[in-house]
């Protein structure tokens, strides 16, 4: 039925829907798990990598939390292709402002630049729209530290906390549940790593599976970005593991 | 055409100005930063509009000063203003201060004159916005741009900067300040053939930007050494041989 409405992206079908968009959403309902969360000293991004391979040649692949700016960073969920396309244009974008205006591009400006290219996909053109969301974590001068998520569609909005990917739901839960306003980032990290443990696949979450990266206020006042290493990983999804016999903790399989 | 190059006709290239404005001065002080321009737009040495603003306000906390070609400022001020609106459209709590606008204002120069098409301006770009420490820019047609505590531009740069450098202070008051730059324009408007009789002065405190309505300068041309008759008279005045 919808069938005769899914292949031209820039039309509607008679419910008002536009397929193309939809199903690219459906895509990055099934990437790896993407965590943001926002505190009032920085924000935390971390997102689990779906490409874990012996066989990879560069023992550390991007694949998941990408650099945009001095302090801008974003997560992806989605198809990786796509999504490089995209945040070449969101450093390019960042860039350019800098370069005409000797300021840093405030972040919210950087998100709907990235969404209004988008959006165009979804109008004009005949072309399907990215197959990529993402989680925009920054800071500027203007708005402080901020944390926002964007869809195929070309939409966007702020966030305290948000998950996209796999068990999203599960991970909007907890959020809901457990995330304080005046959390410090080590908080966020804390909490981060417990949404992680409750989505993510696999029983004993190692930092081979998993990028975690932080934008945050130095002691001096400085901001700056920085991803995790692999012990401090390690270190948070270890203590955010449920020890066995305790409530939570998955059950022994035999 | 070679490559870059803006037209086959040259008279579409600004090489040499036709309506021009003379010095501008721009200075910091106590509270924020001063701008000061006489108000004439002269036609080669002719004195022909002798009311024209080449003061501009840009944005909320901004104040852009030119000399050199009008025309160009004129197309300037208007990308200006279109940036503005951009920046209020926004809507985003984020608003452009003189840093921005500055260094805006400076690639546009330095991407006209690599193109041989400069706009034929010197500019002077103050401002400040709210808290943050105030702003002095110099930006011309080569696409020159340097920050600075005071600049002049055109004959002022000859006339005023001595005048400046001596009684400049980073703690100078309002008043203070303005009588600085009086004395500089006073100064060029005596020595300048170019330079005209009234000014007006433009004020960005970090809250307000203000251009003041113009005001005439005291000019004094009673001095015995111009009004003597030097020349030695003989019995026969008529001059003829």
């Given amino acids: 039925m919808a069938r005769r409405y899914d292949s031209r992206t820039t039309t509607f079908s008679p419910e008002g829907r536009l397929y193309q968009v939809e199903y690219a959403m459906e895509a990055i309902n099934l990437a790896g798990s993407t965590v943001g969360v926002l505190a009032e000293d920085g924000v935390v991004l971390a997102g689990e990598k779906k490409t874990t391979s012996k066989l990879l040649d560069q023992a550390k692949q991007h694949e998941k939390l990408f650099q945009l700016d001095d302090a801008m960073f974003c997560a992806v969920a989605g198809l990786t292709s796509d999504a490089n396309i995209l945040i070449n244009r969101l450093r390019l974008s960042a860039q350019q402002h800098a370069y005409s205006f000797s300021e840093p591009m405030p972040v919210e400006q950087l998100v709907t630049s990235i969404c209004d290219y988008k959006q165009g996909y979804t109008q004009f053109g005949g072309l399907r729209p990215f197959g990529v969301s993402f989680l925009v974590a920054g800071y500027d001068v203007h708005h402080g530290f901020q944390l926002y998520h964007t869809d195929p569609s070309g939409n966007f909005s702020g966030w305290k906390g948000y998950a996209i990917g796999v068990n999203n739901n599960t991970a909007m839960q907890i959020m809901r549940q457990d995330w304080k306003p005046g959390m410090k980032t080590q908080e966020a990290l804390e909490l981060t790593a417990k949404v992680l443990v409750k989505t993510m696949d696999t029983a004993s979450p190692t930092a081979d599976r998993l990028e975690f990266g932080i934008v945050y206020k130095t002691p001096e006042g400085q901001v700056k970005f920085r991803m995790l290493k692999d012990a401090e990983i390690n270190k948070l999804m270890a203590d955010a593991t449920p020890k066995e016999g305790e409530e939570g903790a998955p059950a022994s399989s035999s | ?241």
Wanted: charged share 25%; glycine share 10%; proline share 4%.
């Fill in chain 2, 1 to 241: 055409m070679a490559p870059g190059q803006y037209s086959m006709d040259a008279k579409q290239h600004t090489m040499s100005p036709v309506v021009t404005g003379a010095t501008v001065i721009g200075m910091k002080y106590k509270d924020g930063v001063i701008l000061a321009a006489d108000t004439l737009a002269s036609y080669g040495n002719e004195a022909r509009y002798k009311d024209v603003c080449r003061l501009k306000k840009i944005g909320e906390y901004t104040l852009l000063g030119a000399g050199g070609e009008i025309s160009d400022f004129q197309y300037l001020s208007n990308l200006l203003d279109e940036l503005a609106d951009e920046d209020w459209l926004h809507e985003d709590g984020c608003s452009m201060g003189p840093k921005e606008y500055s260094s805006y204002i400076g690639r546009v120069m330095y991407n006209r004159r690599s193109k041989f098409n400069p706009l034929y301006n010197q500019f002077v770009v103050v401002g400040k916005k709210q808290d943050q420490a105030p702003h002095l820019m110099y930006v011309d047609h080569q696409g020159t741009a340097f920050e600075e505590d005071f600049v002049a531009t055109g004959f002022g740069m000859h006339l005023g900067i001595p005048l400046l450098r001596n009684n400049w202070r980073p703690d100078m008051s309002l008043d203070e300040a303005k009588a600085l730059v009086t004395k500089c324009l006073e100064v060029c408007f005596y020595r300048d053939c170019k330079a005209y009789c009234k000014i007006q002065i433009g004020v960005c405190t970090g809250t307000t930007v203000e251009i003041s309505p113009p005001t005439t300068i005291n000019h004094f041309w009673g001095h015995g050494a111009w009004t003597e008759r030097r020349l030695e008279e003989t019995s026969d005045s008529t001059g003829t041989w």
